[in-house]
């Protein structure tokens, strides 16, 4: 071999040598671990906001094939979904009725005896939406009421996308709260809240009681006390923890 096919030979090889420590190179980079720091809000209430949506309020009254009317326990449910409506509602009510069963005769009785109840309360004619369904043939016939209100929800709780340690990372160990911190109070506090829209803005002031304020002003005149007298409230209440 001459020394011109030998020098030549080497040049492949060592263009060869450079393709592949570069191609590793190229390889190593993809393959490196770079660590990323996903910032999140400090304040739970800005990582697990309180939201409004629309919701629904239902009671389901079920049908006796043989019985017209309304059970006391089902006049006591009608009475107190007509009054949330009052209170919360943001539609009409609609009502679905049985038709095509053996309990049309019953649901019609427990119709009207509803119909009466929601008039008593103070639910508008015009308010009410009337619908007919098929009840399933081993299922049992039900008269249905809905309509939709604000509710409030925060959440989903339980979830985890940052890591607690303890880590080599030293983005783990600082002293930050960790991301589910505060959404069970914040879902809780919505569940309970009476008037989701409180959460968004307070409510309109009412006016003051002007008897009592004419009282107080009096006494305070004519130099009293203006103060009220409750007998009673210094007796004593209960014995526990004695």
Request: charged fraction near 20%; glycine fraction near 10%.
């Amino acid at each position: 071999m001459g020394q011109t096919e030998m020098t030549a030979m080497q040049g492949r090889l060592t263009l060869r040598l450079l393709a592949a420590v570069g191609f590793a190179a190229t390889l190593a980079g993809c393959y490196q671990k770079t660590p990323v720091t996903a910032e999140y809000p400090v304040d739970y209430r800005q990582r697990h906001p309180i939201v409004l949506r629309e919701g629904v309020q239902d009671v389901e009254v079920m049908v006796g094939r043989n019985r017209g009317g309304l059970t006391p326990s089902q006049r006591a449910d009608m009475v107190s979904f007509a009054q949330a409506w009052r209170r919360e509602s943001g539609s009409g009510i609609i009502i679905e009725v049985p038709r095509g069963g053996s309990a049309d005769r019953a649901a019609a009785g427990s119709m009207s005896e509803i119909r009466s109840i929601l008039a008593a309360v103070g639910v508008p004619s015009n308010a009410v939406y009337l619908r007919h369904y098929v009840p399933g043939r081993n299922s049992l016939a039900s008269i249905k009421l809905r309509y939709s209100k604000l509710t409030a929800e925060a959440g989903p709780c339980g979830q985890w996308p940052v890591d607690l340690g303890p880590v080599l990372n030293s983005d783990f160990i600082e002293n930050r709260p960790y991301w589910n911190l505060g959404c069970a109070s914040q879902r809780n506090l919505a569940a309970m809240v009476d008037n989701p829209t409180d959460l968004v803005q307070p409510r309109g002031e009412t006016p003051a009681y002007a008897a009592r304020r004419s009282i107080a002003l009096e006494r305070y005149r004519i130099g009293q006390s203006p103060s009220g007298a409750y007998a009673g409230y210094e007796s004593k209440i209960s014995d526990v923890g004695k």
